[in-house]
């Protein structure tokens, strides 16, 4: 079961693109997996032949479980792997495995409970040594703790999962990380000039992630020391926010950004994510300019030494050569935690980065 997010613990399988037996490709979906963030499809990491397959639909997985090997030529499943236990009915098209059963809780010894509800009980100061679980061998889980919060049901809780997740995530971020922020105003005239230059479809957004792209090769320290740039981009959904990621964009010209860009966003609204659209991220930028927001500060993800909020593009009396003119300009602010990147270095950042925005003109 592979880790989708950075403080993901478990992940639940929905369903198997491949049967048992069958030829899979690297890269080829291989199946389904719903975390607390979104169901996104997990990709092979390699080409062979699935089998062994030891969990089925439903099953809430441990990350780092194997559940199915993929053999290459000549190569057998290891003695010790999981038993693949046989489907009930029998009849059914392709077998459905369960995951072994835990060990159930001695008398008198307090069941166990899921991450997400440990953590849960930590922020509402619930006791946990009171609650009876309704999990799977008595094991506590997030509705037996939101009920306790609520001295009611965990129904009364309306907010959709993702909204749930994310609000646990930027919490924890918030807690977590000792964020400070760098302010900056960027004359955006060669920005206006660059996207009338360019194709239609892209757009001020794809222009600065590739600026930002660019300074991040330069300042590796602020990409978190990372070979590879890798920057997602915050993307509002009806149940809450996802933040895709654009793999290697250090490498692709605007013009692929922007198709990118648009595929990935597609993918994230139909629900037909994969593995790799939501992983890897070295880096994220936030827009609300086309929301008409002059300022806003983000919340960094997790594991990321930083995260761009920019704001909308407008025209603004500055001081030029001892004289006031008018000129489009966007202001940014640059969220950092400071036990990766210091003040300075931060700075050092947004100054090659404004400096090839502005370059731009």
């Known amino acids: 079961m592979p880790a989708l997010g950075m403080a993901q613990q478990t992940g639940k399988l929905v369903r198997w693109l491949k049967n048992d037996g069958e030829q899979v490709a690297k890269g080829e979906p291989l199946m389904e997996v719903e975390t607390d963030k979104a169901t996104v499809e997990v990709e092979s990491p390699a080409s062979g032949m699935l089998a062994a397959i030891a969990a089925g639909a439903g099953d809430d997985i441990a990350v780092g479980r194997t559940i199915a090997w993929i053999l290459g030529p000549g190569e057998a499943v290891p003695a010790a792997s999981p038993k693949v236990v046989a489907p009930s009915p029998p009849a059914a098209p392709s077998p459905t495995i369960s995951t072994i059963a835990p060990t159930a809780a001695a008398p008198g010894r307090r069941a166990g409970a899921s991450p997400k509800a440990r953590r849960l009980a930590e922020e509402r100061g619930v006791d946990m040594s009171k609650l009876v679980g309704s999990g799977p061998d008595g094991a506590i889980v997030e509705e037996d703790v939101l009920a ?102 250090d490498r692709l010209p605007v013009e ?106």
């Open 148 to 249: 306790a919060v609520g001295g009611g049901t965990a129904s009364a809780v309306t907010e959709p999962a993702l909204w749930r997740a994310m609000a646990e995530n930027v919490t924890r971020s918030w807690k977590e990380a000792p964020h400070f922020f760098v302010i900056r105003e960027v004359d955006a005239s060669g920005l206006v000039e660059e996207r009338a230059r360019l194709a239609a479809a892209v757009t001020y957004t794809d222009i600065v992630l590739r600026a930002v792209a660019a300074s991040l090769a330069e300042h590796r320290r602020m990409n978190g020391n990372s070979r590879e740039v890798n920057i997602g981009l915050a993307v509002a959904l009806p149940d809450g926010l996802l933040v895709p990621v654009i793999h290697g964009i």
């Open 256 to 361: 692929e950004i922007a198709a990118r860009r648009l595929e990935l966003v597609e993918r994230v609204r139909a629900g037909r994510m994969r593995s790799s659209d939501v992983s890897g991220g070295t880096f994220t930028v936030s827009n609300l300019g086309m929301y008409g927001v002059d300022l806003f500060t983000a919340i960094l993800t997790e594991g990321q030494a930083g995260i761009l909020a920019l704001g909308r593009i407008a025209e603004r009396v500055v001081a030029m050569e001892g004289s006031a003119v008018v000129r489009p300009t966007m202001l940014m602010s640059l969220s950092c935690d400071h036990r990766r990147v210091d003040g300075a270095r931060a700075a050092e950042f947004v100054q090659t980065l404004v400096g090839l925005i502005e370059k731009l003109a």
